[in-house]
């Protein structure tokens, strides 16, 4: 498994912040044209990355984390199946959706397992 630093989880902490970038360039109104595959890759890599810590480490919330991954997920896959053009109504819902996600998750249950694993043997 990759090495983290003292502070945050390396490979968690890199991987969150594609969100920040995206979330800033949605609210300077850029349209980036590739923004869901930049989304599904974060949720593909990103997503696995952490189920498959918490499997090793045998995370007690496991199954509501990852209960929450998959509904990002369905909620993507349903942005990406309704998406005819980008326009201010797709942006703005998207800006929202991943604003909530980052308050929610990545602030939220992604910092009590970054907890988990600081205090495991992978520290
Ligand atoms: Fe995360
Ligand atoms: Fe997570």
Same mark, same amino acid.
């Given at each position: 498994m990759p090495m983290k630093k003292t502070s945050e989880?390396?490979? %968690?902490d890199t %991987?969150? %912040?594609?969100?920040?970038e995206?979330? !800033? %360039?949605?609210k300077e109104n850029q349209i980036d044209p590739g923004i869901f595959?930049?989304?599904?890759s974060y949720a593909e890599n990103h997503f696995s990355l952490e189920e498959e810590y918490?499997?090793?480490?045998?995370?007690? !919330?496991a199954e509501e984390h990852i209960e929450a991954h998959n509904k990002f997920r369905t909620e993507l896959e349903i942005m990406v199946a309704e998406q005819h053009t980008y326009d201010e109504n797709?942006?703005?819902?998207?800006?929202l959706?991943?604003?909530e996600w980052l308050t929610r998750h990545v602030l939220g249950i992604d910092k009590d397992f970054e907890r988990f694993v600081m205090e495991s043997e992978y520290k």
């Open positions: 989880i390396i490979w %968690q %991987q969150h %912040q594609l969100l920040f995206l979330i !800033d %360039q949605l595959a930049k989304l599904n918490m499997r090793v480490l045998n995370y007690p !919330d797709l942006r703005r819902s998207l800006s959706f991943l604003t």
